[in-house]
């Protein structure tokens, strides 16, 4: 999410696995069909929108562009983890210092 997050455009699985900052324990690029994999959780989770082809040479790859901001997802996340304890006040206070 952070490649796509990072850019105002779409970009393919391919394009996304090159600016990946990531590599696997054998000092490896993740492999493409994992990259793929994971977007398309991504998607069927609502976290990206895709499209075929927005330009013309690119065949059949699926574009990806953000659905839902990081702003937006971390806002969630942190309700979310707020909801486990009784006092959110007080874990929103200890989290800005």
Partial sequence: MTVIWD????LSVRVVRERMDYQSADGEDPAYTTVMSVMVILWRKGFLDRAKCPG???GRAWWYAARISREDHLATVIR??????????AVLRRATL
């Fill in 80 to 89: 979310q983890a707020l909801t486990c304890t009784p006092d959110p006040a």
């Fill in 7 to 10: 850019t105002d455009q779409s």
């Fill in 56 to 58: 013309a040479g690119h």
